[in-house]
């Protein structure tokens, strides 16, 4: 099938490298040319912008950093609307608002194609094995017709409902993971000040209730390595907390936890370490501890 890939970053770079393995005809798209020569060096080819490859392919993906670029790369003057057929399927994986979602959706259906939100979770790692959680949202007669294409992705995909419902589930199971990642560092430079070991605390909390996910997918790298190169950037978590919050406050529900951890994402993003990865704000808690909890090696 020709397939188009717009965004070539962190996750679309593996995520498009299992779709070229798998068979597919590849066209790609990045406003980063050195983003494409992966690619580009297995085959693909290189639109100029959106409209030029909707113009060419059946089914285009993309995995951009967030709702502004989504629009630009969909609704812009040369995006993908421009260029767009009848019957073209739209697949989002990026992080998105669920009202850009929809609105995208909508100006899609309108010329007579669909558009599919469907974020990942799983990262980096997870986007390379084609094991990702895909969590989609849209018409489910295009979810159907894109589920062969995601099961290259990924190995768990779930349907949960109409335009912008993917985004939603996406956003909630962000904000609790990232959230952790705060709370982490809170347990840590508390343990440790108080004479525990990174070590046995590490071993104790996995053994115990306060297990989690997060704390060993990105925390050992920090905590055993004292490494924060991304991965999953504080910049990209930032505008995932603060999407989360503009759906609560759309629909007027209190968030105090998520705003005090949105809060450190600000400060670490202030202090210039936006594309360090998430576990960077767990440097200011060590800082305002007066205590290092991770490896001395970074
Ligand atoms: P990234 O910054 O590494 O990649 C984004 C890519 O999009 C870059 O190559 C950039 O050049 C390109 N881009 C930006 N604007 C563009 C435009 N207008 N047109 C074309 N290309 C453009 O980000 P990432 O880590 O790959 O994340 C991508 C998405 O996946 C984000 O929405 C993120 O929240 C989500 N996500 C990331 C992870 C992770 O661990 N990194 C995990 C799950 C979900």
């Given at each position: 099938m020709n397939i188009g890939f717009i965004g070539l970053g962190n996750m679309g770079r593996p995520m498009a490298v299992n779709l070229a393995r798998a068979g597919h005809t590849l066209t790609v798209y990045d406003v980063?040319?050195?983003?494409m020569q992966p690619l580009t060096a297995v085959g693909a080819r290189q639109a100029a912008s959106p409209k030029s490859l909707a113009q060419e392919v059946e089914v285009v993906f993309s995995s951009l950093p967030g709702p502004k670029e989504v629009e630009a790369v969909a609704?812009?003057?040369?995006?993908?609307l421009a260029g767009v057929r009848s019957g073209l399927l739209y697949v989002d994986l990026s992080t998105n608002s669920p009202t850009v979602a929809r609105r995208v959706a909508e100006a899609f259906a309108k010329k007579g194609a669909s558009m599919l939100d469907a974020p990942v979770s799983g990262g980096s790692t997870g986007a390379a094995s084609g094991q990702l959680t895909i969590m989609v949202g849209g018409d489910q007669g295009s979810f159907e017709r894109a589920r062969p294409l995601l099961e290259i992705l990924g190995k768990n995909i779930v349907y949960l409902g109409p335009s912008g419902s993917g985004c939603i589930g996406k956003l909630c199971n962000n904000l609790v993971a990232l959230s952790l990642v705060v709370l982490l560092g809170e347990a840590f430079t508390l343990g440790v000040k108080s004479q525990m070991s990174p070590k046995t605390l590490f071993d104790l909390v996995s053994q115990s209730?306060?297990?989690?996910?997060i704390m060993h997918v990105k925390f050992p790298k920090f905590l055993f390595e004292g490494n924060f190169q991304p991965g999953f950037a504080v910049d990209l978590a930032w505008k995932d907390v603060r999407l989360a919050l503009d759906l609560a406050r759309e629909i007027g529900i209190p968030m105090s936890v998520s705003s005090a951890a949105l809060q450190r994402y600000e400060e670490a993003r202030a202090r210039g370490?936006?594309?360090?990865?998430?576990?960077?704000?767990i440097r200011l808690q060590e800082e305002q501890a007066g205590v290092q909890v991770r490896h001395s090696g970074a």
């Amino acid at each position: 099938m020709n397939i188009g890939f717009i965004g070539l970053g962190n996750m679309g770079r593996p995520m498009a490298v299992n779709l070229a393995r798998a068979g597919h005809t590849l066209t790609v798209y990045d406003v980063r040319t050195e983003a494409m020569q992966p690619l580009t060096a297995v085959g693909a080819r290189q639109a100029a912008s959106p409209k030029s490859l909707a113009q060419e392919v059946e089914v285009v993906f993309s995995s951009l950093p967030g709702p502004k670029e989504v629009e630009a790369v969909a609704l812009g003057p040369e995006g993908l609307l421009a260029g767009v057929r009848s019957g073209l399927l739209y697949v989002d994986l990026s992080t998105n608002s669920p009202t850009v979602a929809r609105r995208v959706a909508e100006a899609f259906a309108k010329k007579g194609a669909s558009m599919l939100d469907a974020p990942v979770s799983g990262g980096s790692t997870g986007a390379a094995s084609g094991q990702l959680t895909i969590m989609v949202g849209g018409d489910q007669g295009s979810f159907e017709r894109a589920r062969p294409l995601l099961e290259i992705l990924g190995k768990n995909i779930v349907y949960l409902g109409p335009s912008g419902s993917g985004c939603i589930g996406k956003l909630c199971n962000n904000l609790v993971a990232l959230s952790l990642v705060v709370l982490l560092g809170e347990a840590f430079t508390l343990g440790v000040k108080s004479q525990m070991s990174p070590k046995t605390l590490f071993d104790l909390v996995s053994q115990s209730s306060g297990d989690n996910h997060i704390m060993h997918v990105k925390f050992p790298k920090f905590l055993f390595e004292g490494n924060f190169q991304p991965g999953f950037a504080v910049d990209l978590a930032w505008k995932d907390v603060r999407l989360a919050l503009d759906l609560a406050r759309e629909i007027g529900i209190p968030m105090s936890v998520s705003s005090a951890a949105l809060q450190r994402y600000e400060e670490a993003r202030a202090r210039g370490w936006g594309q360090q990865d998430v576990v960077a704000v767990i440097r200011l808690q060590e800082e305002q501890a007066g205590v290092q909890v991770r490896h001395s090696g970074a």
